[in-house]
DNA sequence: AAGCTTTAAGTTACCCGTAACGTAAGCATA
DNA sequence: TATGCTTACGTTACGGGTAACTTAAAGCTT
């Protein structure tokens, strides 16, 4: 019934060795590259290699010797977000270059998601963990800290991190933009978001909107943490209850660009001009933004960089160079056009 | 220097089992509930594992036993392409759902990159593979051959898979929206691309739109294939390109949506009117398109579904469950408002 | 030619679990 | 009381590589 698969038919080392001759461990030499071979050994090896279509058990490798693998796990909230997908794909192309594979992880936005992910991608004794956002589960933290390995904790700068941490601090990009909207003489405002119960980075950038708009004189006066995904069509019907609640809301910030389209896509439907309305902002730069016929004002945080980064401290710390615990990548606010100019 | 990390000083089975006062064999049955110990024993042994931290180590487990791991590679071309990431989602997802781990690959959409991934990744014992595409280098199809695995070739549905195959016929749905776009009176049509070198699905695809243009009376006056991305901006500049070259061109198809936007916007700039003075039509329906003002003409794929799709034909396969080797996922026509009405 | 070093191997032990088999104690049965 | 069965363990071997050690032969010195 349960066939045995794979392994039991792969060709081994034991038997390029038979095949060419020799022991196991100067086969093993020869693949290595180590040295204290002859070449006529080491051709003869080989050729049984190309032969045989022998392929290493990296996994016997990582068993044998103390290294750890090439692995390293990577966890992402989702990829519905294309921020997210940005920075994975800068961390990969990164780790691969350098001869890691990424193991990956959806959280889904959830602390217990990211723990059952760690536990078991701990058990593959992976070289190194990227993890998305600064907030993890007392028993991941935990694992974490037991693990041994390097962590780089992206996302959500963390002065204090569990090993490195690179990303942006949150609540300086949600003050910018507060301040930016109230220099622009809105003084009453609203937010759509989503909530995903726990502490996470977009709280953040609202705690730092409500003390700048708070501190120009300006008020939130609607704050909307809808129960769904941080997309399109959640940014457009939670613009429709919002300003459905009469709250004489002048300007609107979204959790990220992709709800700002929804909300302006709403206003647009119901014949309101932007930015003579309504004030719009977003969050994110979505590459699709700076591409549209109206520029959305919002927050331009370099995603691909930022995965790039995260990658380099990884291997940076694999491969025992000095390298940095805490590093802030940068955001730049974009005016735009969809809110009005002071 | 190079300290031994990880691994030497993580807690091993016996530890728990010399700490617990039974035998390394004892201690791992109890972790694997599989009976033939006391109470007594079970509870002295897991509290022994809570105590110390214990965290199995797998790589031993599938060593030891004929099983192979829990990891599934994953090629994707590219996550740039939010078509990918939402493929990507979906398979995650289900996999993760069943116990099984990711290990990505991204091909950057060049055969010698899928090549070079599969040799590392096959060396990781994988349970199966998850491809994008059907074209694969002859030593990669040499090795997936070998692997004895199972494998899923997604995206461009393959009647003669190495396996299984799950996705679209792209060639169809070319031909599909080459019929739709001749019967909305459209004979001289332009295509804004990409080349890749290889053949892939988009080649496919354009061969079935031209087929049908062609078949219908019309012609494909113009095919113009970038060496870009297929993203936003080359769809601009390659609409200026084909549009400069004055062939009459009344309507272009683009490789895909983020293309058809660029396309747009650069019409857009450019005071022309959509769809009276210039037909657009793109290519898998992102999400965006869908809340943007004006509606894309374009083909939906359910991109998702398919991820999961490929995920679940996974699955089957390993579990040794019957699973068709070749599934059709299906597309559909938006008509949109970008091409004139017959 | 004896003694030493270098080269090109082979041998052994080990990594961490699990399959397969062995065994001692407890209990029921004839 | 002898026999067989069950329960609850323990012991041994193994998987695919590699580190560390050993060995045999060849090369070099003096």
Same mark, same amino acid.
């Given at each position: 019934m349960k066939e045995k698969n794979s392994k039991n038919n792969r060709i081994s080392l034991s038997e390029v060795a038979r095949a060419a001759g020799v022991s196991k461990m100067t086969a093993s030499r020869v693949l290595r590259g180590e040295?204290?071979?002859?070449e006529k050994t080491r051709d003869r090896v080989m050729e049984k290699v190309d032969q045989l279509g022998y392929l290493p058990n990296r996994l016997a490798t990582v068993f044998a010797g103390d290294q750890s693998s090439t692995f390293v796990g990577v966890s992402i909230p989702?990829? *519905?977000n294309e921020v997210f997908a940005q920075v994975l794909e800068g961390i990969d192309r990164k780790l691969g270059s350098f001869g890691r594979q990424t193991v990956l992880g959806?959280?889904?936005?959830t602390q217990q998601e990211e723990e059952n992910w760690i536990r078991t991608v701990l058990s593959w004794q992976p070289a190194g963990l990227i993890l998305t956002g600064r907030y993890h589960s007392p028993r991941a933290t935990e694992m974490l800290r037991n693990a041994g390995i390097p962590i780089v904790e992206i996302w959500d700068l963390n002065s204090s991190p569990l090993d490195m941490s690179v990303g942006i601090n949150h609540f300086d990009s949600g003050f910018d933009m507060g301040r930016y909207l109230t220099s622009c003489g809105y003084s009453n405002i609203g937010y759509v978001g989503t909530s995903h119960d726990t502490a996470n980075a977009a709280t953040t950038r609202l705690d730092g909107f409500c003390k700048a708009v708070e501190g120009g004189? *300006?008020?939130?006066v609607k704050q909307l943490c809808l129960h769904?995904?941080?997309?399109?069509y959640p940014g457009f019907y939670g613009t429709e209850q919002l300003l459905a609640?009469?709250?004489?809301?002048?300007c609107i910030f979204y959790q990220n660009d992709a709800m700002a389209f929804g909300g302006l896509q709403y206003c647009g439907s119901k014949g309101?001009?932007?930015?003579?309305d309504i004030g719009i902002a977003g969050w994110?730069?979505?590459?699709?933004a700076s591409v549209i016929a109206r520029r959305l004002t919002s927050m331009h945080v370099p995603h691909l960089k930022l995965g790039q980064a995260a990658a380099e401290m990884m291997i940076g710390r694999l491969n025992d160079e000095p390298v940095e615990t805490c590093r802030d990548i940068g955001f730049r606010l974009?005016?735009?056009?969809t809110v009005r100019n002071a």
């Amino acid at each position: 019934m349960k066939e045995k698969n794979s392994k039991n038919n792969r060709i081994s080392l034991s038997e390029v060795a038979r095949a060419a001759g020799v022991s196991k461990m100067t086969a093993s030499r020869v693949l290595r590259g180590e040295g204290g071979y002859s070449e006529k050994t080491r051709d003869r090896v080989m050729e049984k290699v190309d032969q045989l279509g022998y392929l290493p058990n990296r996994l016997a490798t990582v068993f044998a010797g103390d290294q750890s693998s090439t692995f390293v796990g990577v966890s992402i909230p989702d990829l *519905g977000n294309e921020v997210f997908a940005q920075v994975l794909e800068g961390i990969d192309r990164k780790l691969g270059s350098f001869g890691r594979q990424t193991v990956l992880g959806l959280t889904q936005h959830t602390q217990q998601e990211e723990e059952n992910w760690i536990r078991t991608v701990l058990s593959w004794q992976p070289a190194g963990l990227i993890l998305t956002g600064r907030y993890h589960s007392p028993r991941a933290t935990e694992m974490l800290r037991n693990a041994g390995i390097p962590i780089v904790e992206i996302w959500d700068l963390n002065s204090s991190p569990l090993d490195m941490s690179v990303g942006i601090n949150h609540f300086d990009s949600g003050f910018d933009m507060g301040r930016y909207l109230t220099s622009c003489g809105y003084s009453n405002i609203g937010y759509v978001g989503t909530s995903h119960d726990t502490a996470n980075a977009a709280t953040t950038r609202l705690d730092g909107f409500c003390k700048a708009v708070e501190g120009g004189g *300006g008020r939130v006066v609607k704050q909307l943490c809808l129960h769904d995904t941080a997309t399109y069509y959640p940014g457009f019907y939670g613009t429709e209850q919002l300003l459905a609640s009469g709250s004489g809301v002048e300007c609107i910030f979204y959790q990220n660009d992709a709800m700002a389209f929804g909300g302006l896509q709403y206003c647009g439907s119901k014949g309101m001009q932007v930015p003579q309305d309504i004030g719009i902002a977003g969050w994110g730069d979505l590459p699709i933004a700076s591409v549209i016929a109206r520029r959305l004002t919002s927050m331009h945080v370099p995603h691909l960089k930022l995965g790039q980064a995260a990658a380099e401290m990884m291997i940076g710390r694999l491969n025992d160079e000095p390298v940095e615990t805490c590093r802030d990548i940068g955001f730049r606010l974009i005016p735009g056009t969809t809110v009005r100019n002071a």
